[in-house]
């Protein structure tokens, strides 16, 4: 008996209310106890991406992740052609909504708790201000915090313990709710409700009843500290997607479509494989074809990382997102929508963000352990006094007792404080961290792949020498190439020109008579001089050829990785100009930087190997991996990750984002694009290669505070947990130790402020 052979198909599902890096884990554990179902969940980018059998229905996956207590939606069906819009815009755009709906609501929680709760702790911790009846304003105060701003803890707690799981949120929720609970019992059934009531300042060790004590201020002011911390990890977690927007965007928006001899202005949506467009210089290449008509530079650097602008002609195959740097061309399509390359390289890019894990909270990690323990203890303690005959009453305070001083008020600042402090100094030095995930892979990588172009050089061309044949003036030579090449709109000439004017001092004179060869130079009249400025076979066709030295010097510059330009004037060969993308002045000390943390570089380019080996040499760089595609480089990354390797990635183009979103680290030049900047972990503002050093330092060293304030945090509420089960836990105790270990939480991310450049 035979089978037929199942096929698969993939989904990628959107998944909401997930909290931690341990809702994930429980999701896709659901997911993959499916038969025929494989399932990664990622909890920065809220999506699911699911491997599934054609006998498994799209609709089975979204039940399975609402029965483990989540929400789930596939993605919208693609628009059909009629849908495109008349005024032009591709078919979804506008759609999008604007602020964050759920951000929104977890600012407005936000601050409604620091608002009500500063009071509240206030009013507490200085018995001079506890005026009459200060209990009752702060019980009114205390109560839309406890409620409204602390309702996803509340509700979170509920989700897990219904599927018999337990999270920060769940010793969150308990801790508060049990302050809150108790306060309530002791202001109408106690003697905290009584006229005159205080807290006195009293650092005693005693026994109590708890009828006199509250509790406010703690779960005010637990539920305020820790939404700040759930706040800005949910701001920097909701830019996690733009990575594939930013991609998108470099497309054309329009194109000059070429129908019955007439052009025609359409959305490149509307493009369809065989149409002919039309691309004037300046212009974006709309979708990947192959030229037709016309001849010109395309410069195609941020695709492919190739710094000098690839001549293309009829017949040449030309990418979609590439820009016309010379002439008219005329493109038909082969590949349009999602078949593009710049559509390929937005799902790689989705794909490394999907396949690489959230590195956990650390105070998630711990909190497997710590909250199970906590409850038990808190049951626990109820359990030995009632049945040492305590009374219920004393018996239930130190249970609560338990709770409250188990509530992580320094937890909540541990992480956050660190986090904004380290991340305003970065800022300050140029430095943007992402968030809190970043810092732990900041410490274990080993290996730095470096980018060429744009990230190891300037990313611009520029004439880097000049060799003149004997009798020859330099000054001659740059004035009437830098003339004649003025005139043209190629990146190769533009640099010459620019460099010309500049060491000249004055300005170029007017050429006449210019005349651009496609694919080959250009040539003119400059001060009565016939001018040829070009490729060898520029010179050859007018029967000039490279004296001896000129011919070793255009082999040398070749050889080193550079393109070089002859120019000739008066039927004779006269110079060899020398273009280059150079290197950055701060890139080799850079590079001997980033070998003191540890790292290992390595230089990834897509450009010529002999390129990639000259810049290599000139910055201390052994390990070079040349002439790769965008998908090369993901490849490059995997295979380095598979050597047991923690990569990170310095990388400025679109050509880098995908090996940005898949590397342990991704830091993306700030001078580059918005999808290398989006796809990586930290941005770099300035071009400076040393600030990737001084960035992986100061994560180190932040992740070292962090790991610190938690050290603070969790050793006040172990040491004080004894204390509480066996009922001697005075509340102006549990009050100090719990404002000076947030005290203290806050002093030692301060020292953060003092982190210093090392340029």
């Not at 054609?54 to 628009?79: H, M, N, R």
């Not at 989705?350 to 710590?370: H, I, P, T, Y």
């Not at 007792?401 to 600042?413: D, H, R, S, T």
């Amino acid at each position: 008996m035979t089978t037929a052979a199942h096929r698969t198909a993939e989904v990628e599902l959107a998944i909401g209310g997930m909290t931690c890096a341990s809702c994930a884990a429980r999701i896709q554990k659901k997911l993959n106890r499916m038969d025929g179902v494989e399932a990664t969940v990622n909890y920065a980018t809220e999506k699911a991406k699911v491997t599934y059998r054609d006998d498994v229905d799209v609709a089975d996956l979204v039940a399975t992740v609402e029965a483990t207590g989540y929400t789930a939606a596939p993605p919208p069906p693609p628009p059909a052609p009629d849908d495109t819009p008349r005024d032009g815009t591709a078919p979804g755009a506008g759609t999008t909504p604007g602020p964050d709906a759920e951000l929104l609501t977890l600012r407005q929680r936000l601050t409604t708790a620091v608002v009500l709760a500063a009071p509240v702790i206030v009013l507490a911790m200085v018995p001079a201000w506890q005026f009459t009846y200060w209990q009752w304003l702060s019980l009114t105060l205390a109560a839309p915090v406890v409620t409204y701003a602390a309702w996803p803890f509340h509700r979170a707690a509920w989700a897990n313990a219904r599927h018999g799981a337990a999270t920060m949120d769940t010793l969150i929720s308990l801790g508060t709710s049990a302050a809150f609970l108790w306060s309530l019992w002791a202001l109408f059934f106690g003697t905290a409700g009584e006229p005159g009531m205080s807290h006195p300042f009293e650092l005693s060790v005693s026994r109590t009843d708890g009828a006199g004590n509250i509790y406010l201020e703690a779960a005010a002011g637990v539920t305020a500290f820790i939404l700040a911390g759930r706040y800005f990890e949910a701001r920097s977690k909701r830019k996690a997607g733009t990575a594939l927007r930013a991609l998108l965007e470099l497309g054309a928006k329009e194109v000059t479509v070429l129908r019955d001899g007439r052009e025609e202005r359409v959305p490149t949506a509307r493009l369809a494989v065989g149409d002919r467009f039309l691309v004037r210089p300046g212009e974006k290449i709309a979708t990947d074809g192959r030229v037709v008509e016309g001849s010109s530079a395309v410069d195609a650097s941020m695709l492919t990382g190739e710094s000098v602008p690839t001549e293309v002609g009829a017949g040449d195959a030309v990418t979609g997102a590439t820009l016309n740097a010379g002439g008219r061309l005329v493109v038909e399509a082969t590949r349009v929508g999602s078949g593009t390359q710049l559509a390929r390289m937005a799902r790689l890019v989705e794909d490394a963000q999907n396949g690489k894990a959230a590195a956990q909270r650390l105070a998630d990690r711990v909190s497997a352990v710590f909250v199970p323990v906590v409850i038990a203890l808190a049951l626990g303690t109820l359990g030995f006094w009632l049945g040492n005959g305590a009374g219920l009453t004393a018996a239930f305070t130190a249970a609560v007792a338990v709770l409250i001083i188990a509530c992580p008020c320094a937890l909540g600042l541990a992480t956050p404080t660190a986090l904004m402090v380290g991340t305003g100094r970065g800022a300050q030095l140029g430095i943007l961290i992402k968030g809190p995930e970043v810092l732990e892979n900041t410490r274990k990588a080993d290996t730095v792949v470096l980018d060429k172009t744009g990230t190891v050089t300037t990313g611009t061309m520029d004439l880097l020498a000049v060799r003149t044949a004997p009798g020859t003036d330099e000054a001659d030579v740059l004035r009437l190439a830098g003339a004649l090449e003025n005139a043209s709109e190629h990146p190769v000439a533009r640099a010459v020109a620019a460099r010309a004017a500049e060491r000249t001092g004055s300005p170029l004179p007017a050429p006449e008579d210019f005349a651009a060869v496609p694919g080959l130079g250009v040539q003119g009249v400059v001060d009565g001089h016939a001018v040829l400025v070009g490729r060898e076979k520029l010179l050859a066709e007018w029967s000039i050829t490279l004296p001896d030295a000129l011919a070793d010097a255009k082999t040398a510059a070749e050889q080193a990785g550079r393109t070089a330009v002859t120019v000739a004037w008066d039927g004779r060969a006269r110079a060899v100009l020398e273009v280059a993308d150079a290197v950055k002045d701060t890139s080799a000390e850079a590079v001997r930087q980033l070998r003191a943390l540890g790292l290992t570089p390595v230089l990834l380019t897509g450009d010529h190997r002999a390129v990639a080996e000259s810049v290599a040499a000139e910055v201390g760089i052994h390990e070079v991996i040349a002439e790769v595609m965008p998908e090369e480089k993901v490849d490059v990354v995997k295979r380095l990750q598979a050597e047991g390797r923690s990569v990170a990635m310095v990388g400025d183009g679109v050509n880098d984002a995908a090996a940005l979103a898949q590397a342990d680290l991704g830091l993306a030049m700030g001078t580059g694009t918005d999808a290398a900047i989006e796809a990586g972990d930290l941005t770099l503002v300035r071009g400076d290669l040393r600030v990737a050093a001084d960035a992986i330092r100061l994560s180190r060293r932040t992740l070292g505070t962090i790991r610190t304030n938690l050290v603070w945090a969790f050793g006040y509420n172990v040491l004080a947990l004894p204390l509480a089960a066996a009922g001697l836990l005075n509340p102006m105790i549990a009050g100090a130790a719990m404002a000076f270990s947030s005290v203290s939480v806050v002093a030692n991310s301060m020292r953060l402020r003092t982190f210093r450049s090392a340029l």
